[in-house]
């Protein structure tokens, strides 16, 4: 079955940086866009980064130049690179994939940024 797991969050300072990956199972990774999400208390689920699978880039305003989304088919992981975080920053982080028109979400990981 589709699976989708995060990780590499944590606590970190403003203006540090952290990776999350998301490692995908269960379906041809490589044939699937794939998007970072993030989920702040009280705030609706938003886009923060999309890679296309001939590794087209978008990313939300508020992370342009910041945050670099990545993907490594060989792997079967993507990435987001986090670069001067800043407090708003703070939040679940999602990956989602769209397959045969369902959406799989993966658990999320908390991303914490705070002096």
């Known amino acids: 079955q589709v699976q989708l797991v995060e990780s590499g969050g944590g606590l970190v300072q403003p203006g540090g940086s952290l990776r999350l990956s998301c490692a995908a199972s269960?379906?041809?990774?490589?044939?699937?866009?794939i998007g970072w999400y993030r989920q702040a208390p009280g705030k609706q689920r938003e886009l923060v980064a999309l890679?296309?699978?001939?590794?087209?880039?978008t990313y939300t305003d508020s992370v342009k130049g910041r945050f670099t989304i990545s993907r490594d088919n060989a792997k079967k992981t993507a990435y987001l690179q986090m670069n001067s975080l800043q407090l708003e920053d703070t939040a679940v982080y999602y990956c989602?994939?769209?397959?045969?028109?369902?959406?799989?979400w993966g658990q999320g990981t908390q991303v914490t940024v705070s002096s």
């Open positions: 269960g379906f041809t990774f490589s044939s699937y866009a």
């Open positions: 890679i296309t699978t001939g590794r087209t880039t």
């Open positions: 989602k994939t769209t397959r045969e028109l369902r959406d799989y």
